[in-house]
T-cell receptor
Framework: NAGVMQNPRHLVRRRGQEARLRCSPMKGHSHVYWYRQLPEEGLKFMVYLQKENIIDESGMPKERFSAEFPKEGPSILRIQQVVRGDSAAYFC???????????FGQGTRLTVV | AQSVTQLDSHVSVSEGTPVLLRCNYSSSYSPSLFWYVQHPNKGLQLLLKYTSAATLVKGINGFEAEFKKSETSFHLTKPSAHMSDAAEYFCVVTTNTGNQFYFGTGTSLTVIP
């Protein structure tokens, strides 16, 4: 059973481009969480999804950011028109149920130049 | 409301000496608490979790943590530090529904040979 898979591991984008970050949860996990880790800071919650539904997006910026978790395929975190301040590590986690431990991917490190 | 405070941003210990990483939490409900470790350029790995069973929780790699409700603390300890323990450690609390994990800002552990 592979762990949570995130790709790409590293992503470089120019200002104004779009960034797409992918997360495949562990087998049997239907809950996905996205977190952002800015330099020298802890992880900040962005969004919580179950299959085809956004449950809680209270941590997601209102502009330019969106997330989905389709019935088939990985969860996608999409950042449109990236700016330098979007440079961070983005972690995805999955869990089998609510209130059980989450397993984290290795993260995608986004650099905006 | 849920939150976590990690009292030390950096901790340095000598190899073979005890480790203490401090964490205080705030939760409106009976919390579930976790410690995660993040090695450089790696994803987060679960060290241990507390979910209202025994208050002293044993984790991997010789780590343990004690849930103290009266002190709202969940400090992480290890009797003898190893060089491989050098990493970033995150204390985490979840909501009673488990759909958000609240992270502390992390404690960077340095182990001196």
């Amino acid at each position: 059973n592979a762990g949570v898979m995130q790709n790409p591991r590293h992503l470089v984008r120019r200002r104004g481009q779009e960034a797409r970050l992918r997360c495949s949860p562990m087998k049997g996990h239907s809950h996905v969480y996205w977190y952002r880790q800015l330099p020298e800071e802890g992880l900040k919650f962005m969004v919580y999804l179950q299959k085809e539904n956004i449950i809680d997006e209270s941590g997601m910026p209102k502009e330019r950011f969106s997330a989905e978790f389709p019935k088939e395929g990985p969860s996608i975190l999409r950042i449109q028109q990236v700016v330098r301040g979007d440079s961070a590590a983005y972690f995805c986690a999955s869990s089998r149920q609510e209130n059980t431990e989450a397993f984290f991917g290795q993260g995608t490190r986004l650099t905006v130049v | 409301a849920q939150s976590v405070t990690q009292l030390d941003s950096h901790v340095s210990v000598s190899e073979g000496t005890p480790v203490l990483l401090r964490c205080n939490y705030s939760s409106s409900y009976s919390p579930s608490l976790f410690w995660y470790v993040q090695h450089p350029n790696k994803g987060l790995q679960l060290l241990l979790k507390y979910t209202s069973a025994a208050t002293l929780v044993k984790g991997i790699n010789g780590f343990e943590a004690e849930f103290k409700k009266s002190e709202t603390s969940f400090h992480l300890t290890k009797p003898s530090a190893h060089m491989s323990d050098a990493a970033e450690y995150f204390c985490v609390v979840t909501t009673n529904t488990g759909n958000q994990f609240y992270f502390g800002t992390g404690t960077s552990l340095t182990v001196i040979p």
